[in-house]
Nanobody, 127 residues
Framework: VHLVESGGGSVQSGGSLRLSCAASGYTYSSYCMGWFRQAPGKEREGVATIDSDGSTYYADSVKGRFTISQDNAKNTLYLQMNSLKPEDTAMYYC??????????????????????WGKGTLVTISS
């Protein structure tokens, strides 16, 4: 399984970006795919995940601003990010797992069960 992210960049606060993750070698009927991020000096956190049934899960910090989607015909995962804030600055990673999506006690996505990872794309938001 090979995951390649793109779409990162630098934008001002309030702006938008769309991240893409091209997946290859991944043809499982049941899966979880998602986006995770890691800011400098912080632990990696779940941003948004989507399972093979189309159910989506979001971190509270991005609800209402970010939208995860997938194009199965193109084997591509997307993350539309609107109303970006400086605190969204991080390296964003695409990940895939062979099981359903796991969430923590708050309903936010976690990386348990994510078996494959991309190398990341950098998002920088200036105030």
């Amino acid at each position: 399984v090979h995951l390649v992210e793109s779409g990162g960049g630098s934008v001002q606060s309030g702006g938008s970006l769309r991240l893409s993750c091209a997946a290859s070698g991944y043809t499982y009927s049941s899966y979880c795919m998602g986006w995770f991020r890691q800011a400098p000096g912080k632990e990696r956190e779940g941003v948004a995940t989507i399972d093979s049934d189309g159910s989506t899960y979001y971190a509270d910090s991005v609800k209402g601003r970010f939208t995860i989607s997938q194009d199965n015909a193109k084997n591509t995962l997307y993350l539309q990010m609107n109303s970006l804030k400086p605190e969204d600055t991080a390296m964003y990673y695409c990940a895939a797992g062979l099981r359903f999506c796991y969430v923590n006690e708050y309903g936010s996505p976690i990386d348990y069960g994510m078996d494959y990872w991309g190398k990341g794309t950098l998002v920088t938001i200036s105030s």
